[in-house]
């Protein structure tokens, strides 16, 4: 069956071949701009890790943020340890990595 045997005419099938052009080149639009809005995201991320792994660094192991409360000893279960090989890990396939808890942390759960 063609269009004709339907009922529409050329002007139609031409509205409808624009219309679905257009959506189609609006996600399109929608899809590349996010992306290189992930990826700005992620080398401004990268730069802070980096940031603050120097920092650290330069203060001696202490974080700035332990410093200004007074406190002088950074609890070794709320340091970031970051990966050996790189900037991401490849064992869960991303950069995040979950902080490490002790196994006797309180974590306010309660039995």
Known sequence: MTYRSRGRSIFEVILAVCFVGFLVGFITVLCIGNYFRA???????????????????SNGGRSSRSTATGNSMSRPDQGYAPSIGG???????????????????????RA
Do not use: I
């Open 87 to 109: 900037d991401t890990n490849t064992s869960n396939g991303g950069g995040y990595e979950a902080p490490h808890m002790s196994a006797n942390a309180n974590n306010g759960v």
């Open 39 to 57: 990826k700005r995201a992620q080398e401004r991320q990268r730069q802070r890790r980096l940031a603050k792994l120097a920092n650290s660094a």
